[in-house]
């Protein structure tokens, strides 16, 4: 599992894939942040928080995160390589999770670059380090989280087709849907205690929990539920082959 792990981070690095994702969402980001005169941009809006950051980033990763994982099994399919990949002596989850955590660290390392955003926020501060700390980690394990939640369906879309573009559409479509589509019927077809229950299936109600620096146990069972409900959709994905 560590050798096919270590396949899979080499493949995304030894390709322009994985840079221009980094590239991309740190680019984005900054232009919104400190650039584009918007109501996201640092010093126009003359306070020291990184709400932009954390409000952008999850719509961002809606597209970034798809263009990391549709290759994931879409291009083994394509190739002819899934079968040999079955045939090694790992189980389905264990190459599912390879796959998966490669996603995963790629996204981590996207993240990694922005703490100098943190750093930059913190001494522009007056006086120096007058911004809410608590409220910003809060925010980056929930993109943490977001970002392994995306992961997990973008994997899951990958194993639905050999196409690497339908993969990408499947897996943006039903990133939207979980992170804002609960949301949408909250807000206009239902509402009170039944649009509340509806509201918390989304992953943009536990993402906004997070973000207000109180880490609830009840965001992180959701979080983990999610991204375990996808990889065993994937393993179901797999194992239809051999129906």
């Known amino acids: 599992m560590l050798t096919l792990f270590k396949k899979e981070i080499n493949g995304f690095l030894n390709s322009l894939i994985g840079y221009i994702v980094m590239i991309v969402f740190l680019l984005m980001m900054g232009l919104f942040l400190w650039i584009f005169p918007m109501q996201f941009n ?25 263009a990391i994982t549709m290759r994931s099994f879409a291009d083994e399919k394509k190739s002819g390589t899934i079968e040999l990949l079955m045939t090694q002596p790992l189980t389905d989850l264990q190459v599912i999770l390879a796959k998966y955590f490669a996603g995963l660290v790629l996204v981590i390392f996207s993240l990694l670059p922005t703490l100098i955003y943190y750093l930059s926020v913190y001494l522009l501060g007056l006086p120096a380090g007058n911004l ?16 392994a939640a995306f992961v997990a369906i973008g994997i899951f879309a990958s194993s639905l087709t050999d196409n690497q573009i339908i993969s990408f559409i499947l ?35 536990h993402y906004a929990s997070i973000s207000r620096g109180v880490v609830d146990t009840r965001d992180l069972v959701y979080f983990l539920s999610i991204t375990t409900l996808f990889i065993l959709l994937t393993k179901l994905s797999l194992e239809s082959r051999k129906w």
Do not use: H, R
Not at 42 to 63: E, H, Q, S, T
Not at 178 to 202: D, P, R, W
């Open 42 to 66: 640092i010093p126009d809006n003359g306070y020291a928080n990184l709400d932009g950051l954390f409000v952008l980033a999850p719509f961002v990763f809606l597209f970034l995160i798809p």
């Open 132 to 147: 809410d700390s608590g409220s910003i980690w809060g925010s980056y394990l929930g993109l943490l989280f977001l970002g």
């Open 171 to 205: 897996a943006v479509v039903i990133s939207f849907f979980a992170y804002m589509g609960f949301e949408f019927i909250y807000n206009f077809v239902i509402s009170g205690k039944t649009g509340l229950i509806i509201q918390s299936l989304g992953i943009s109600a």
